[in-house]
Each structure stands twice: as structure tokens, then as C-alpha cells.
């Protein structure tokens, strides 16, 4: 069982740079989410999907884009990475945006020079 | 607005110890609480639930017990294993919310 797949595992940028963090998920889920994973402060959300073709801003969306390509897949872009934007970062997918059942990935951990 | 508050860690303790973290938590009505666990490398996974007031979860020997009264879901385990070593966040979600409001999680460490 696949669940949520993150790719990549490992990033290292330097500022200003971009790239885009891949997410699938094979549930037949209805929302997707990313988060944000920092020592001290939890997780927090950056953007989520409640449905395909629908996108909105968590809590701290600043810098950062997401695409819903189809059902299945999440996407998140760094259009300039900067230093503040290291972190660990975690799609998850629940069946509908009400359920708080959430399915994470395994996590991507992103640092910028 | 919405928060979550846990003990800080880390929290080290021994094999067959009792284990209790707390948490307490800040909303308007009657939100759900959870736990979810992260083991190291992995995503976060849900624990256990409770959705109203005096509910119980428990799941893997842990309990939690959603007390209204005192705003608090602490989690508890009778005797815990080097297993369960993993970081612990407790969550909630206000009913016709969309998010969870997770807490800034709690490093726990068992040592043989």
C-alpha cells in the first residue's frame, strides 16, 4: 500500500533558486495538504486542496504556490527559495476535508544556503 | 483564535515507566481532539481520537480522556517500550472547520 508519496526525500538549494515538491496519493482522496515541520512549532499548514481543481491559503502560505494537477497528485513550488523556507516538509490526503483522518507522506527535508 | 499547548520536551524516561504528556487546548464549542505519532523518518499517524466531551481514546496501551472542564487531552501509557520512543502531537479540529490546529509536539525517548 503506496498512501501518500513524496518525492524528493532530500533537497539542498541555494537562494533564490526554485523547485517544485511532488505529492500523489492512491486513496481516491478528495483533499490534499502540505505542511510545514519546524522544531517548536508543530506543523502548520501552507496551502490545501478540498477537492480537485480548488486551492487555499493555510497558515502561512507566503512564498510559496500549489498546483491540484489531477485527483491524485499535489504539487508545491518555491518560485525563490530563501534561507527561512528550510524546513521539513509533509503532504497528507484525507477523504474529505471535514475528516480529520489525516495520511501523511514520509516527509521531505529542504534546506537553503 | 484556535490553539493547542503541550509539555515541553524532551521527555526521556525508562522502559515499563508510566507515561503521561499533557495538553491543553483553547476553542470556542466543543472541538474534536487527537493524538497523532511520528516516528522517526516518517509521516505523522493518528493515534487516537476523542469527539466530545468525557470520551475516551486508546489505541496501543495509550489513553487520553477529553475533559471539558479542564481544556485538557493528556496522554497517558501504563508501561511503555523503547517502541514508542517518537514524537507526539496532540491536535484539534473545531466542528465546520476544515484544519487541524496541531501543538508543537513532544519528543519522547525510551531507554532500556
Known amino acids: 500500500n503506496a498512501g501518500v508519496t513524496q518525492t524528493p526525500k532530500f533537497q539542498v538549494l541555494k537562494t533564490g533558486q526554485s523547485m517544485t515538491l511532488q505529492c500523489a496519493q492512491d486513496?481516491?482522496?478528495?483533499?490534499m495538504y502540505w505542511y510545514r515541520q519546524d522544531p517548536g512549532m508543530g506543523l502548520r499548514l501552507i496551502y490545501y486542496?478540498?477537492?480537485?481543481?480548488?486551492?487555499d491559503k493555510g497558515e502561512v502560505p507566503n512564498g510559496y504556490n500549489v498546483s491540484r494537477l489531477n485527483k491524485r497528485e499535489f504539487s508545491l513550488r518555491l518560485e525563490s527559495a530563501a534561507p527561512s523556507q528550510t524546513s521539513v516538509y509533509f503532504c497528507?490526503?484525507?477523504?474529505?476535508?471535514?475528516?480529520?483522518?489525516?495520511?501523511f507522506g514520509n516527509g521531505t527535508r529542504l534546506t537553503v544556503t | 483564535g484556535n490553539s493547542v499547548t503541550q509539555m515541553e520536551g524532551p521527555v526521556t524516561l525508562s522502559e515499563e515507566a508510566f507515561l503521561t504528556i499533557n495538553c491543553t487546548y483553547t476553542?470556542?464549542?466543543?472541538?474534536?481532539l487527537f493524538w497523532y505519532v511520528q516516528y522517526p523518518g516518517e509521516g505523522l499517524q493518528l493515534l487516537l481520537k476523542?469527539?466530545?466531551?468525557?470520551d475516551k481514546g486508546s489505541n496501543k496501551g495509550f489513553e487520553a480522556t477529553y475533559r471539558k472542564e479542564t481544556t485538557s487531552f493528556h496522554l497517558e501509557k501504563g508501561s511503555v517500550q523503547v517502541s514508542d520512543s517518537a514524537v507526539y502531537f496532540c491536535?484539534?479540529?473545531?466542528?465546520?472547520?476544515?484544519?487541524?490546529?496541531f501543538g508543537q509536539g513532544t519528543r519522547l525517548t525510551i531507554n532500556p
Open positions: 486542496s478540498a477537492s480537485e481543481g480548488t486551492t
Open positions: 497528507a490526503s484525507s477523504e474529505y476535508t471535514q475528516d480529520s483522518l489525516l495520511h
Open positions: 476553542a470556542t464549542g466543543y472541538p474534536s
Open positions: 491536535a484539534l479540529v473545531k466542528r465546520g472547520a476544515q484544519k487541524l490546529v
Open positions: 476523542a469527539t466530545k466531551a468525557d
Open positions: 486513496m481516491n482522496h478528495n483533499s
